[in-house]
């Protein structure tokens, strides 16, 4: 069977250390017939030498004049690709020389799924496997097949559990879903994700096909800082909002049908207000979902028939609606991310002032056993000053022949 071109996209940024080993891994694929599109984010390492050194016709290299992070780089890609499908890796990553051929002959024999992910090993900067120490990672990448709608579930009250670096797709549904969000910097995938979900079935291969690095290289965007989970909170909220916004109104019945309060709903303000209650009752425990939940209540508020539908439709009083409006909402996750923190650094701080404590204590014994080591020190000496003196007397000396008499006279009688 003739085997459909390819396109593989990689960006890269920085990453002269790993390169060689991802670019390798991509070039002894069983399967062939690919391009492989780098965009160079505008290095300031080694990389475009290290990519240059390639003489394989599949590769193009296109260089970047000003670094504009990952979106920009994979949507450059997006736009020179040819091949039917799409695939994607990062350049500190590995795949196994198997990756593409299984993909491709799956999608191929699965009409019915446009994207194909798989599980991954958890590798660090040395390329050992670390899935044993970095566990809830692991456990993550390795995800089970489930329906549309319970990947969507997933995605909107847990977040993303796909591996970006394991996924290929048919490049036609681009047409359908759009390109990377410019907006999203640390959920770029997770953004698409969610707008491929509604469409599409996804697939998850059941084997480990990639080695994504874990590396805590302040240039990586996947970095666990303070900075990039602010961003990721940031965009995750406009995301979801984005989401049920934009969410048509066939797809919502589609998935969220047996949640409905009235199953008769079907006008604009009835789909709006099922969308809020369903935020703001059924998924309220998740606070981003719930604010957009109480958003989107305001809209339909605002609409003509919109408190008589609460009310007479769906039974919600108004009284209902301001007793659930009635705790924090804004930054809550984030904020108890950092009281849990401190409340560690707090035991951290009172198990050190227990150790300080007991450390003060063990000083003030040492001290003492000090001052006891002096005196004992000081009265040994003056013991050994004065034997010194009675040895070295005249009478000591005198009366040796006589104490050795005695000292044989004892010895004799103890036998």
């Avoid at 780098?38 to 599949?58: A, G, H, L, P, V």
Wanted: aromatic content about 12%; overall charge neutral.
């Amino acid at each position: 069977m003739e085997q459909k071109l390819v396109s593989i996209v990689m960006p890269n940024y920085n990453s002269e250390k790993y390169l060689r080993n991802c670019i390798e891994s991509v070039l002894q694929q069983t399967y062939k017939n690919f391009e492989f599109i780098i965009i160079d984010d505008n290095s300031t390492d080694t990389s475009r030498e290290i990519i240059n050194s390639y003489t394989d016709e599949r590769i193009t290299l296109q260089c970047l004049s000003k670094n504009n992070q990952i979106c920009n780089a994979l949507n450059k890609g997006l736009s020179l690709a040819k091949g039917e499908y799409i695939a994607r890796i990062d350049s500190d990553d590995i795949w196994h020389y198997d990756k593409l051929e299984k993909q491709i002959q799956f999608l191929e024999s699965s009409p019915g799924y446009k994207a194909c992910f798989s599980h991954v090993n958890i590798i660090d900067t040395d390329g050992k496997n670390i899935n044993h120490k970095e566990h809830a990672l692991y456990s993550l990448f390795s995800a089970e097949n489930s329906t549309q709608k319970e990947w969507l579930e997933y995605f909107l009250t847990k977040g993303n559990r796909l591996s970006h670096p394991s996924v290929v797709f048919k490049k036609e549904i681009l047409d359908e879903i759009g390109i990377y969000n410019y907006f999203c910097l640390q959920s770029q995938d997770f953004e698409l994700w969610l707008r491929l979900i509604i469409k599409h079935p996804i697939y998850v291969y059941p084997k480990k096909l990639v080695d994504y690095r874990w590396d805590e290289n302040p240039e990586k965007i996947s970095k666990n800082s303070m900075e990039s989970n602010i961003r990721f909170l940031n965009e995750a909220l406009i995301i979801k909002f984005d989401f049920f916004n934009k969410l048509k109104k066939e797809d919502f019945i589609h998935f969220f049908k047996q949640d409905f309060i009235n199953p008769n709903a079907t006008s604009n303000t009835e789909i709006l207000l099922e969308k809020a209650i369903l935020l703001i009752f059924k998924y309220g425990s998740y606070k981003d979902l719930k604010l957009i939940g109480f958003y989107l209540l305001n809209q339909g508020l605002l609409e003509p028939q919109g408190k008589h539908i609460l009310e007479e439709k769906m039974g919600y009083s108004l009284k209902d609606i301001y007793k659930s409006n009635t705790e924090h909402l804004y930054f809550d996750i984030l904020l108890g991310d950092i009281y849990k923190q401190l409340a560690v650094t707090k035991s951290k701080l009172e198990e050190a002032q227990l150790v300080y404590k007991e450390l003060e204590e063990t000083k003030k014994t040492v001290a003492t056993l000090n001052m006891q080591i002096d005196y004992l020190n000081k009265h040994v000496a003056d013991v050994t000053f004065q034997l010194h003196g009675v040895v070295n007397s005249s009478s000591w000396k005198v009366t040796k022949p006589m104490r050795k008499i005695i000292s044989v006279i004892g010895s004799k009688k103890s036998q």
